[in-house]
């Protein structure tokens, strides 16, 4: 079976955040989250929040 996850439509983009301050864009693909978040720039205190 072939892994279809890249052939889904993107539903919608979301603006992340990181302590209110934004980190970038991600893609929602039906319940799946694609973020190109740098892991340096994060802690295990941040809180990551979708807006």
Same mark, same amino acid.
């Given at each position: ?11 919608? $983009?979301?603006?992340?955040?990181? +302590? ?7 893609? &929602?693909?039906?319940?799946? $989250?694609?973020?190109?978040?740098? +892991? ?7 809180? &990551?929040?979708?807006?």
């Amino acid at each position: 079976m072939m892994n279809n996850q890249m052939e889904k439509e993107v539903h919608k $983009t979301i603006m992340i955040t990181v +302590n209110g301050k934004p980190v970038g864009s991600g893609y &929602v693909f039906d319940g799946y $989250t694609l973020s190109p978040i740098d +892991n340096e720039r994060l802690n295990t205190e941040d809180n &990551v929040l979708t807006v």
